[in-house]
């Protein structure tokens, strides 16, 4: 049981940009899969981007490539989520989460068992 804090959230205009981090305090953190996820009101969780922790490899949902991009840092146990070009549609609260099982479809949420709280992405137009 790891608990992961999200921060970096808040309130931005329509073009600017925010970059997300998801936080693993205290000890040695080795996830096999680190995802984001976010959920606009009303609507129900959707995949963003995952990063494979021991290689780096990342992957963004296609709708998303080009405005959003995830990287870890392994030194400090966090991952971060680089949105660029904010858009209305992006308001959502932002969920990292990770798993250590193997063998999942890791876009989708029932491959992730430790989840943050979500911090508030507000896009103003």
């Known amino acids: 049981q790891v608990q992961l804090v999200e921060s970096g959230g808040g309130l931005v205009q329509a073009g600017g940009s925010l970059r997300l981090s998801c936080a693993a305090p205290?000890?040695?953190?080795?996830?096999?899969?680190v995802g984001w996820f976010r959920q606009a009101p009303g609507k129900e969780r959707e995949f963003v981007a995952h990063v494979r922790w021991t290689t780096g490899i990342t992957y963004v949902v296609d709708s998303l490539k080009g405005r959003f991009t995830i990287s870890r840092d392994n030194a400090k146990n966090t991952v971060y989520l680089q949105i660029l070009s904010l858009k209305p549609e992006d308001t959502a609260v932002y969920f990292c989460?990770?798993?250590?099982?193997?063998?999942?479809?890791?876009?989708?949420?029932?491959?992730?068992?430790?989840w943050g709280q979500g911090t508030q992405v507000t896009i103003s137009s």
């Open positions: 989460a990770a798993t250590k099982w193997l063998h999942g479809d890791y876009t989708r949420t029932g491959a992730y068992d430790t």
């Open positions: 205290g000890r040695a953190f080795s996830p096999y899969y």
